[in-house]
């Protein structure tokens, strides 16, 4: 056997030693996914892949910061790709992941986050949450900024008016690559 068939039979062995991809569905609200996901991410070795299918209107900002926050711990290399809709937190996934798939169908809606509570909390709680709530909010937006890497300006103009952007969108300006259907 020459070099190069030792070579070709070398990678060849070490792609079928590599895990395939966990492939896993993110779809409907952030309560709704959260907890699958994190188990799922969980069964992937450090250091592996996966890929995530999106259909999410976004939700909890602090599910999705817990499932991005175990991505990067655990190393993982992502592909995401939107099957109809990623928005609001969903979009902290999106973006953390190294490849980004949109069809020419693809919703996003990119908007500063929201405040929701049905809890009974007294003056001083609220007051103390609404400073946090402030802090929270620019810190994830620059975060989302950072996950992008690109298109600071248009990703940061998009957040602020509240902006519902298509997949060609997002291609156009470096954040995605287009899946044809």
Request: contains cysteine; charged residues 25%; hydrophobic residues 45%.
């Amino acid at each position: 056997m020459d070099a190069r068939s030792e070579l070709r039979n070398s990678k060849a062995a070490k792609r079928k030693k590599r895990a395939p991809a966990a492939e896993i569905a993110v779809i409907g609200e952030v309560d709704d996914w959260e907890k699958d996901v994190v188990h799922a991410l969980l069964d992937v070795p450090a250091g592996g892949t996966c890929v995530f299918y999106i259909d999410s209107t976004g939700g909890s900002v602090y599910g999705a910061l817990a499932v991005l926050t175990l991505l990067r711990y655990r190393q993982l290399k992502a592909t995401a790709i939107v099957l109809g809709e990623c928005s609001s937190a969903a979009l902290l996934l999106f973006a953390a992941c190294q490849k980004r798939l949109v069809t020419a169908h693809s919703t996003l809606l990119f908007h500063k986050m929201r405040w929701q509570s049905d809890k009974r909390v007294d003056c001083g709680e609220a007051v103390r949450w609404a400073r946090h709530f402030e802090e929270l909010e620019h810190d994830i937006d620059d975060l989302q900024v950072r996950l992008f890497g690109a298109a600071e300006e248009k990703v940061r103009a998009w957040t602020v008016a509240g902006d519902f952007v298509t997949g060609p969108q997002l291609v156009a300006v470096g954040l995605a690559e287009l899946l044809p259907l």
